[in-house]
Protein backbone atom coordinates (compact mmCIF):
# COMPACT_ATOMS: atom_id res chain seq x y z
CA UNK A 1 0.00 0.00 0.00
CA UNK A 2 1.65 3.32 -0.87
CA UNK A 3 1.11 6.03 1.62
CA UNK A 4 -0.18 9.53 0.79
CA UNK A 5 2.50 11.91 -0.13
CA UNK A 6 2.03 15.44 1.99
CA UNK A 7 4.87 18.17 0.64
CA UNK A 8 5.82 20.71 2.98
CA UNK A 9 7.27 24.01 1.44
CA UNK A 10 8.55 25.66 4.62
CA UNK A 11 11.47 27.61 6.50
CA UNK A 12 13.07 25.12 9.27
CA UNK A 13 13.17 25.30 12.92
CA UNK A 14 16.66 24.57 14.82
CA UNK A 15 14.15 24.48 17.99
CA UNK A 16 12.08 21.96 16.01
CA UNK A 17 9.08 22.92 17.20
CA UNK A 18 7.98 24.44 14.43
CA UNK A 19 8.25 24.80 10.32
CA UNK A 20 9.20 21.63 8.43
CA UNK A 21 10.12 19.91 11.67
CA UNK A 22 6.68 20.22 12.77
CA UNK A 23 5.10 19.74 9.81
CA UNK A 24 7.15 16.53 9.22
CA UNK A 25 6.20 14.75 12.60
CA UNK A 26 2.44 15.98 12.05
CA UNK A 27 2.34 14.03 8.41
CA UNK A 28 4.26 10.98 10.14
CA UNK A 29 1.54 10.58 13.29
CA UNK A 30 -1.31 11.32 11.19
CA UNK A 31 0.01 8.21 9.03
CA UNK A 32 0.97 10.47 5.75
CA UNK A 33 4.37 10.14 3.79
CA UNK A 34 5.80 13.48 4.18
CA UNK A 35 8.74 15.55 2.09
CA UNK A 36 10.09 18.76 1.98
CA UNK A 37 11.30 21.69 0.16
CA UNK A 38 13.03 24.07 2.42
CA UNK A 39 13.04 28.05 1.77
CA UNK A 40 14.88 29.28 4.89
CA UNK A 41 16.80 28.18 8.00
CA UNK A 42 16.06 29.63 11.30
CA UNK A 43 18.70 29.65 14.15
CA UNK A 44 15.67 30.08 16.70
CA UNK A 45 14.30 28.18 20.06
CA UNK A 46 11.78 28.41 22.06
CA UNK A 47 12.81 32.44 22.93
CA UNK A 48 12.68 33.51 19.54
CA UNK A 49 14.01 33.82 16.25
CA UNK A 50 18.11 34.71 16.40
CA UNK A 51 18.44 34.32 13.01
CA UNK A 52 17.00 33.91 9.39
CA UNK A 53 18.88 32.47 6.41
CA UNK A 54 17.34 32.14 2.98
CA UNK A 55 17.66 29.12 0.64
CA UNK A 56 18.89 30.45 -2.88
CA UNK A 57 15.27 30.54 -4.89
CA UNK A 58 17.14 27.91 -7.97
CA UNK A 59 17.82 25.60 -4.46
CA UNK A 60 13.84 25.88 -3.84
CA UNK A 61 13.23 25.04 -6.83
CA UNK A 62 15.29 22.01 -7.12
CA UNK A 63 13.66 20.47 -4.14
CA UNK A 64 10.40 20.58 -5.90
CA UNK A 65 11.27 19.28 -8.72
CA UNK A 66 13.84 16.24 -7.46
CA UNK A 67 10.08 15.76 -5.16
CA UNK A 68 7.40 16.32 -7.86
CA UNK A 69 9.35 14.48 -10.93
CA UNK A 70 9.60 11.30 -8.85
CA UNK A 71 7.82 10.61 -5.71
CA UNK A 72 4.55 12.98 -6.67
CA UNK A 73 2.22 15.09 -4.53
CA UNK A 74 -1.04 13.83 -3.27
CA UNK A 75 -1.80 17.26 -1.09
CA UNK A 76 0.94 20.43 0.04
CA UNK A 77 1.08 22.84 2.10
CA UNK A 78 3.58 26.21 2.35
CA UNK A 79 4.74 27.86 5.77
CA UNK A 80 7.23 30.43 6.22
CA UNK A 81 8.55 32.00 2.73
CA UNK A 82 10.53 34.95 3.42
CA UNK A 83 11.40 36.41 0.43
CA UNK A 84 9.34 37.92 -2.87
CA UNK A 85 12.06 35.54 -4.82
CA UNK A 86 11.18 32.53 -3.02
CA UNK A 87 7.16 33.02 -3.15
CA UNK A 88 7.50 33.80 -7.32
CA UNK A 89 9.22 30.51 -7.41
CA UNK A 90 6.94 28.35 -5.10
CA UNK A 91 3.92 29.97 -6.61
CA UNK A 92 5.26 29.15 -10.73
CA UNK A 93 6.28 24.93 -9.52
CA UNK A 94 2.79 24.82 -7.75
CA UNK A 95 1.48 26.29 -11.10
CA UNK A 96 3.94 23.74 -12.88
CA UNK A 97 2.71 20.79 -11.39
CA UNK A 98 -0.89 20.81 -10.69
CA UNK A 99 -0.88 20.92 -7.38
CA UNK A 100 -4.20 21.24 -6.77
CA UNK A 101 -4.97 20.75 -3.03
CA UNK A 102 -2.56 23.14 -1.35
CA UNK A 103 -2.73 25.08 1.89
CA UNK A 104 -1.17 28.13 2.17
CA UNK A 105 -0.04 29.00 5.97
CA UNK A 106 0.25 33.04 5.53
CA UNK A 107 2.93 32.95 8.36
CA UNK A 108 4.43 36.39 8.91
CA UNK A 109 5.28 36.72 12.22
CA UNK A 110 7.21 34.18 15.05
CA UNK A 111 5.70 33.36 18.73
CA UNK A 112 8.93 35.75 19.89
CA UNK A 113 7.81 38.91 17.43
CA UNK A 114 10.26 38.56 14.90
CA UNK A 115 9.22 38.96 11.77
CA UNK A 116 9.33 35.96 8.97
CA UNK A 117 8.45 37.74 5.59
CA UNK A 118 10.16 40.59 4.48
CA UNK A 119 7.46 43.53 3.75
CA UNK A 120 8.01 43.54 0.43
CA UNK A 121 7.27 39.79 -0.07
CA UNK A 122 3.76 40.03 1.56
CA UNK A 123 2.27 42.03 -2.23
CA UNK A 124 3.66 38.54 -3.91
CA UNK A 125 2.01 36.33 -0.95
CA UNK A 126 -1.52 37.77 -1.89
CA UNK A 127 -1.01 38.27 -5.68
CA UNK A 128 0.67 35.65 -6.76
CA UNK A 129 0.24 32.66 -3.76
CA UNK A 130 -2.97 33.17 -1.88
CA UNK A 131 -4.85 32.55 -5.28
CA UNK A 132 -3.54 29.31 -5.75
CA UNK A 133 -4.80 28.31 -2.22
CA UNK A 134 -7.34 25.59 -1.79
CA UNK A 135 -7.16 26.45 1.83
CA UNK A 136 -5.93 29.65 3.78
CA UNK A 137 -5.17 29.26 7.07
CA UNK A 138 -4.25 32.99 8.41
CA UNK A 139 -4.44 33.51 12.46
CA UNK A 140 -6.14 36.54 13.27
CA UNK A 141 -3.31 38.83 12.84
CA UNK A 142 -2.27 37.68 9.50
CA UNK A 143 -5.95 38.18 8.43
CA UNK A 144 -5.95 41.86 10.18
CA UNK A 145 -3.35 42.06 7.61
CA UNK A 146 -4.78 40.50 4.60
CA UNK A 147 -8.54 42.25 4.93
CA UNK A 148 -7.16 45.40 6.68
CA UNK A 149 -9.64 45.46 9.45
CA UNK A 150 -9.36 45.08 12.94
CA UNK A 151 -10.63 41.65 14.67
CA UNK A 152 -12.11 41.57 17.63
CA UNK A 153 -14.91 39.75 17.36
CA UNK A 154 -16.57 36.33 15.79
CA UNK A 155 -18.34 38.96 13.35
CA UNK A 156 -15.37 40.39 12.73
CA UNK A 157 -13.63 37.17 11.50
CA UNK A 158 -16.77 36.54 9.25
CA UNK A 159 -16.41 39.90 7.43
CA UNK A 160 -12.46 39.55 7.35
CA UNK A 161 -12.68 35.98 6.03
CA UNK A 162 -15.38 37.30 3.04
CA UNK A 163 -12.84 40.11 1.94
CA UNK A 164 -9.66 36.99 2.48
CA UNK A 165 -11.75 35.39 0.30
CA UNK A 166 -12.13 37.98 -2.11
CA UNK A 167 -8.54 37.53 -2.80
CA UNK A 168 -8.70 34.46 -4.01
CA UNK A 169 -8.62 31.22 -1.56
CA UNK A 170 -10.89 29.00 -2.15
CA UNK A 171 -12.10 28.11 1.32
CA UNK A 172 -10.26 30.50 4.42
CA UNK A 173 -9.96 29.40 8.03
CA UNK A 174 -9.64 32.14 10.26
CA UNK A 175 -8.13 31.29 13.40
CA UNK A 176 -9.44 32.46 16.27
CA UNK A 177 -6.54 31.64 19.38
CA UNK A 178 -5.86 35.00 19.78
CA UNK A 179 -9.32 36.17 20.83
CA UNK A 180 -10.43 35.40 24.55
CA UNK A 181 -12.72 32.40 24.96
CA UNK A 182 -13.00 28.85 23.77
CA UNK A 183 -10.78 28.63 20.87
CA UNK A 184 -12.85 29.52 18.01
CA UNK A 185 -11.97 28.75 13.94
CA UNK A 186 -14.02 30.27 11.17
CA UNK A 187 -14.31 27.95 7.86
CA UNK A 188 -15.29 30.08 5.21
CA UNK A 189 -15.64 28.65 1.40
CA UNK A 190 -17.27 31.78 -0.21
CA UNK A 191 -21.11 30.54 0.75
CA UNK A 192 -21.63 29.37 3.98
CA UNK A 193 -19.54 29.80 7.29
CA UNK A 194 -18.36 27.00 9.49
CA UNK A 195 -17.76 27.40 13.57
CA UNK A 196 -15.30 25.25 15.21
CA UNK A 197 -15.06 25.06 18.84
CA UNK A 198 -12.50 23.86 21.51
CA UNK A 199 -11.96 24.60 25.30
CA UNK A 200 -9.15 27.09 25.72
CA UNK A 201 -6.45 25.73 27.04
CA UNK A 202 -4.46 27.70 29.08
CA UNK A 203 -1.19 27.11 28.08
CA UNK A 204 2.64 29.05 26.98
CA UNK A 205 3.35 26.08 25.05
CA UNK A 206 1.99 26.63 21.79
CA UNK A 207 5.42 27.36 19.27
CA UNK A 208 4.08 25.46 16.29
CA UNK A 209 0.61 25.57 16.56
CA UNK A 210 0.08 27.25 12.58
CA UNK A 211 2.65 25.11 10.83
CA UNK A 212 0.90 22.40 12.89
CA UNK A 213 -3.14 22.82 12.15
CA UNK A 214 -2.16 23.82 8.42
CA UNK A 215 0.09 20.57 8.11
CA UNK A 216 -2.90 18.65 9.55
CA UNK A 217 -5.40 19.94 7.45
CA UNK A 218 -2.92 19.28 4.23
CA UNK A 219 -3.26 15.38 5.66
CA UNK A 220 -6.67 15.40 5.99
CA UNK A 221 -6.81 16.49 1.91
CA UNK A 222 -4.08 14.11 1.14
CA UNK A 223 -6.28 11.37 2.66
CA UNK A 224 -9.15 12.34 0.45
CA UNK A 225 -11.84 14.27 3.25
CA UNK A 226 -13.32 16.94 2.42
CA UNK A 227 -12.30 20.71 3.45
CA UNK A 228 -14.74 20.69 6.00
CA UNK A 229 -13.75 17.15 7.11
CA UNK A 230 -10.46 17.92 7.03
CA UNK A 231 -10.42 20.81 9.03
CA UNK A 232 -12.53 19.40 11.60
CA UNK A 233 -9.46 16.40 11.99
CA UNK A 234 -7.12 18.83 12.24
CA UNK A 235 -8.78 21.24 15.15
CA UNK A 236 -9.25 17.56 17.24
CA UNK A 237 -5.73 16.78 16.22
CA UNK A 238 -4.08 20.23 17.12
CA UNK A 239 -6.00 20.48 20.41
CA UNK A 240 -4.55 17.31 21.68
CA UNK A 241 -1.17 18.34 20.66
CA UNK A 242 -1.21 21.54 22.73
CA UNK A 243 -3.09 19.37 25.34
CA UNK A 244 -0.24 17.39 26.07
CA UNK A 245 2.44 19.69 24.75
CA UNK A 246 5.90 19.79 26.36
CA UNK A 247 7.24 21.59 28.55
CA UNK A 248 10.88 22.60 27.26
CA UNK A 249 13.07 25.68 27.27
CA UNK A 250 12.54 28.46 28.74
CA UNK A 251 9.67 30.74 26.32
CA UNK A 252 6.96 29.33 24.21
CA UNK A 253 7.23 25.19 24.23
CA UNK A 254 6.48 22.98 21.64
CA UNK A 255 3.21 21.22 21.10
CA UNK A 256 3.42 17.41 21.04
CA UNK A 257 2.71 16.00 17.61
CA UNK A 258 2.64 12.27 19.30
CA UNK A 259 -0.29 13.22 21.66
CA UNK A 260 -3.48 11.67 19.48
CA UNK A 261 -1.06 8.38 19.53
CA UNK A 262 -0.82 7.90 22.72
CA UNK A 263 -3.67 9.28 24.19
CA UNK A 264 -5.04 7.19 27.70
CA UNK A 265 -8.45 6.70 28.04
CA UNK A 266 -10.73 6.45 31.23
CA UNK A 267 -9.27 3.22 32.08
CA UNK A 268 -5.77 4.20 31.79
CA UNK A 269 -4.96 2.74 29.20
CA UNK A 270 -3.57 3.98 25.85
CA UNK A 271 -5.86 4.07 22.76
CA UNK A 272 -5.61 6.26 19.62
CA UNK A 273 -8.19 8.29 19.00
CA UNK A 274 -10.05 8.86 16.22
CA UNK A 275 -8.92 12.04 14.10
CA UNK A 276 -11.04 12.09 11.06
CA UNK A 277 -14.56 10.71 10.78
Request: neutral net charge.
Amino acid sequence: MKPFRILTIAGSDSGGGAGIQADLKTITALGGFGMSVITALTAQNTLGVDAIHDVPPAFVAAQFDAVATDIGIDAAKTGMLHTAEIIRVVAGKIRQYGVAKLVVDPVMVAKGGRSLIREEAKKNLVAELIPLAFVLTPNIPEAEVLSGIRIASLADMRKAAEIIHGLGARHVVVKGGHLPGDAVDLLYNGEEFVELSAPRIVTEDTHGTGCTYSAAIAAGLAFGKDVAEAVKGAKRYITLAVRHAWRLGGGHGPTNHLAPLFARGDGGTAQRPEIWE
